[in-house]
Each structure stands twice: as structure tokens, then as C-alpha cells.
């Protein structure tokens, strides 16, 4: 396995990208895969694709440890039935409500309703890091309040394994069983992959690790500088001449200056108790092109600090009333720097910690200056009408016409159905004559009913271009077929003039909500 590491800014993303590229470029038979955090992906993609000079990333899998083992069971057919986090809360409350006598200190489940998340969350949090119902049984101390409630945390845990453990998997379980797995891919084989952008990885991460390091070439990456004496530590690093500095640089720092990287250094450690480690410092900074941000990264929770003596021009301080106004303040910068700089704005970004509280005082500061704003924060993708759409569709289909699967179709907006007044038409109508499953849906309906004719005209143009798309998707298809027998669907109800005409609807209006942005997006 071979460790890269460096401090911030020193092109460890960039040594793992250009190491994907040289692959690509190469023509390499072996399977590329990099492994970034789940919030990082989109962004690994995106620089993946910048730097490829190319418009996708078919030749490399960009993924989470979580999507890595959706790919995995897909790959070999593993079918235990997901527990959802629903699913979770709902058999951890019937426990609890069940247990209710034995329990010590988590009493009360139907008047604490919070009480159940907390204990799902306990109970996730012990699966992740391997502590066992049993762990906390064995457990002996002195506080009485402490006991009690260990005592009902392993009485809870103990029967939430025994009841799921035969034909489920959750979330917190997913990841364990990937490990176990890893010898038996065929796609892994001899892969390369790149893990890049993690302080520190759980137990379970670790071991998914060491048998990735069985199969495959891995190579990891670290945030955290170099002791020149000791090879791979967490010391302050001194790389290239500092005018500015004060002449500090012979003076003993005192061991709080270790403490930024202490979490990269921990998983230093137990990386090197799995593997044989080949390790490559980076120690010349890439991303920083000015001296100030570079001294602030090299100084910032470090105690004793370097004083920065010259004037600060890329680096600003202030303090405003209200997040009102600070957002006002940034909105004139905004315009200034665009208007007199030439800068642009996809080039600009605001951080902050709490996205939540500050969304609406942007939306309304942004649209008042004119500027353009996109919110980067995850989102969930069955809210996209067009794939509620296709995933609705394979349900009619597979699921023999059931009304729920019909309606979210029809209610998307995309469906030849066009006029949300026929659709409301049909809908009562089924309603009241509770109609249900293909061979109704195929035959001519003769309830009575003033519209009578509307209606069938309505059910006819539902009915006959789902039941031409599901003739050609039976018997074996490959997923080429698919995806051609899909698209000319689309076309055929006309679903991309559909999204073409509401698109430009869109966007000559002033202001969007954000259903209508994801339909833009």
C-alpha cells in the first residue's frame, strides 16, 4: 500500500488524478477506482473530468465506500433485503415498547419521542465501531446512573441483532458485510484505487482497507506534515523561504502545535499495523498562490505562532450586526469585484457552517443585487420528476398496474397527459370503481359517468404506449436494449418537449421555486 501525504495544498488529489489519467491514457485493462467521501464525489468528478480534458469519466469509477458496496453486491448477487432507517426506528420502538419492564432507565418510549432516534443512533455508532451488545454487558463501573443505562442499551442492541440478523442489512451493517466480500469480486481483482480526502477512517473502513490491500494496488492519502527526524509525523513544516515571517524559525514550539493533525496521525498508526506502508511526502504547496493564505495554513491553531508582519490585502476581518447585514456586505463585494475586477461568478464561494440558517437571507439579498447563486448541498434524487417518472413506469409495469405506481406517473407532469384536470378526472374515477391491475386498465371502461368517452380516450393514451414499451422489454434484454427501448418511449410520449417547453418557461421568469429549479437543473 502506499501512503501519500502532505500538509493542505500540497497536490495529494492531484498526484492521485494525474495517476488515473496516466492509467487512462495508457489504455490500462485493469479496473480504476477512486474512493472519496460521500460529499466529495460530485466535486471528484467534476476535477476528474477537467483535468481528463473530456466530458465524463466512463473509464474510472469515482465512489464512497457506501456506493462501492452497492457495485459489489450487485456483482455478486447478494440479496438480503435492505432495513431502512424507517424500518430501524420502527422495530427499535417495538422493542422498547415490548421491553418496557425490563428496562431500567430508557422507559417512557410513547411520551420521550425522541428517545428512539437517540437510541438508533447509539446503536449505529456501536456497529460502526465494532462495540458489541456483549461489550456493554461485560462493562463495570462505579456510576450507578452510567449502569443502568448500559444495561438497557445491550438489552435493546442484543434483540435488534437477533431480529434482523437472519434476513436483513442495514446501513451501519453494509460496510462490514463489503469487507467480507472483497475476495470473492472479480472486478477488484488486480483494480487500481485511490483513497483520497480522509481525516480518518472508522473500523469498518479499516478492514475494508486491508482487504482491499489484498486484492488490489491502493494507494491511500493523509493530511499531515512531515519530522524530518522521524519520517511520517505530525510536526509543523518549514518548506520555502518566508520574507515576511519575524525570525522565529529557530524557536522550540510546544507540542499543542501537533495537535492540528493528531486525528491523520492516529490513522497513520493504524494504517501501518495492516499494511507494509511505501510512503511519498509531498512537501511543495500547489494550491496556494499567495503568501498569505499559505502562512495562515501553516500557522493556525498552532501555539507558539509565526507573526505575519506586512500588511494583509487577500485576507479580511469583520464583524456585522446581523447575518443580514453581513450577507449585504457580501453581496456589494460580490458586485464590486465583478463590475471593476472582471471577476467572475462562478468563481466566487461562500462557506459557512450552517447552510440552513443562512438560505433564506441569501435568496432574498442575491436576487435584490442580481446575482447569481446555486446552494451546493445534497439532494434527493427521487425528487427528480423525470426519474420519479421512469422508476414509476418500471413499477406500472413489473407491478401490474397498481394505482399508487399509475398516479406518481401521471402526477410528474412529463406523461403525455398534459391537462392536471384529466389526470384528476381519471384519478376519481378509478377511486370510486376501485379499478386496479392491467386487465382492467386494458379494457374499455363502462362504468357510467357524464365524461365517460373523455375518460376512455384518457385511459387509452396511458394505456398503449406503456403496454407497446412493456412488449419490448420481455424476455431477456441487455441493457443497451433497455436504455434504446426506454429513450424512444420518452420520445414517443413526447416527455423532452415536455421539459424543453417548461424549461424555458423557467427561466424567463424573474424568480423560481425549488421544485422549478430541479426541473432546470
Not at 483535468?51 to 457495485?71: D, E, W
Not at 507540542?255 to 486525528?263: C, D, I, V
Not at 413499477?395 to 406517473?409: A, E, L, P, R, S
Request: hydrophobic letters at 35%; one cysteine or more.
Amino acid at each position: 500500500m502506499k501512503l501519500v501525504y502532505g500538509r493542505a495544498g500540497s497536490g495529494k488529489s492531484y498526484y492521485c488524478m494525474n495517476e488515473i489519467k496516466e492509467n487512462i491514457e495508457n489504455e490500462v485493462s485493469n479496473t480504476l477506482i477512486y474512493i472519496v467521501p460521500e460529499q466529495y464525489s460530485l466535486g471528484a468528478e467534476f476535477d476528474l473530468s477537467n483535468m481528463l480534458q473530456r466530458n465524463g469519466t466512463i473509464n474510472i469509477q469515482v465512489l464512497s465506500f457506501k456506493r462501492l458496496a452497492y457495485r459489489l453486491f450487485n456483482e455478486l448477487g447478494f440479496t438480503k433485503t435492505t432495513f431502512s432507517k424507517a424500518s430501524k426506528s420502527m422495530l427499535i420502538y417495538h422493542i422498547m415498547l415490548e421491553q418496557e419492564k425490563n428496562l431500567k432507565l430508557l422507559k417512557g418510549v410513547n411520551k420521550n419521542r425522541g428517545l428512539v432516534d437517540t437510541v438508533a443512533d447509539m446503536i449505529s455508532e456501536f456497529r460502526r465501531y465494532h462495540v458489541s451488545w456483549k461489550t456493554l454487558e461485560d462493562i463495570e463501573i462505579k456510576n450507578e446512573y452510567l449502569m443502568m443505562k448500559l444495561h438497557d442499551l445491550a438489552l435493546i442492541y442484543r434483540l435488534f441483532e437477533e431480529r434482523i440478523s437472519s434476513e436483513y442489512i442495514d446501513e451501519d451493517s453494509r460496510l462490514t458485510v463489503l469487507s467480507k466480500l472483497i475476495s470473492k469480486s472479480i472486478m477488484l481483482k488486480g483494480a487500481k484505487i485511490w483513497i483520497d480526502e480522509f481525516d480518518s477512517f472508522t473500523p469498518q473502513e479499516l478492514e475494508i482497507i486491508e482487504e482491499l490491500e489484498k486484492v488490489a494496488d491502493v494507494t491511500v492519502t493523509l493530511t499531515f506534515a512531515k519530522d524530518s527526524s522521524n519520517g511520517a509525523h505530525c510536526a509543523p513544516l518549514q518548506t520555502f523561504a518566508n520574507k515576511h515571517d519575524s525570525n522565529r524559525s529557530g524557536e522550540h514550539r510546544s507540542p499543542l502545535a501537533n495537535e492540528l493533525f493528531t486525528m491523520s496521525q492516529r490513522t497513520y498508526d493504524k494504517l501501518k499495523k495492516i499494511s507494509n506502508l511505501e510512503e511519498l511526502y509531498l512537501d511543495k504547496p500547489k494550491r496556494f498562490t499567495n503568501h498569505e493564505l499559505y502562512h495562515l495554513e501553516q500557522n493556525i491553531f498552532q501555539f507558539p505562532y509565526i507573526k505575519y508582519n506586512q500588511p494583509t490585502e487577500k485576507i479580511h476581518i469583520r464583524i456585522e450586526q446581523n447575518p443580514y447585514s453581513e450577507m449585504e456586505n457580501i453581496a456589494r463585494q460580490i458586485s464590486k469585484k465583478v463590475r471593476e475586477e472582471g471577476l467572475r461568478y462562478e468563481n466566487i464561494a461562500i462557506l459557512t457552517r450552517d447552510i440552513d440558517s443562512h438560505r433564506t437571507i441569501i435568496k432574498r439579498v442575491f436576487q435584490k443585487y442580481g446575482i447569481p447563486y446555486f446552494f451546493d448541498d445534497k439532494k434527493d434524487l427521487a425528487m427528480q420528476p423525470l426519474l420519479t417518472l421512469i422508476t414509476s413506469l418500471f413499477d406500472i409495469i413489473t407491478k401490474n398496474f397498481q394505482y399508487d405506481h399509475v398516479f406518481h406517473y401521471l402526477k410528474t407532469g412529463f406523461t403525455n397527459i398534459q391537462d392536471p384536470n384529466d389526470v384528476d378526472l381519471i384519478e376519481n374515477y378509478v377511486l370510486q370503481y376501485g379499478i386496479r391491475g392491467a386487465s382492467k386498465w386494458q379494457k374499455e371502461w363502462e362504468y357510467p359517468h357524464e365524461e365517460l368517452e373523455k375518460i376512455n380516450h384518457i385511459r387509452q393514451s396511458i394505456v398503449e404506449p406503456i403496454t407497446r414499451l412493456k412488449e419490448k422489454m420481455s424476455g431477456k434484454k441487455t441493457a443497451k436494449e433497455i436504455a434504446t427501448n426506454l429513450y424512444q418511449f420518452l420520445i414517443e410520449t413526447n416527455v423532452y418537449d415536455t421539459i424543453g417547453a417548461k424549461v424555458d418557461t423557467i427561466l424567463n421568469k424573474d424568480t423560481v421555486t425549488s421544485t422549478e429549479q430541479e426541473i432546470a437543473n
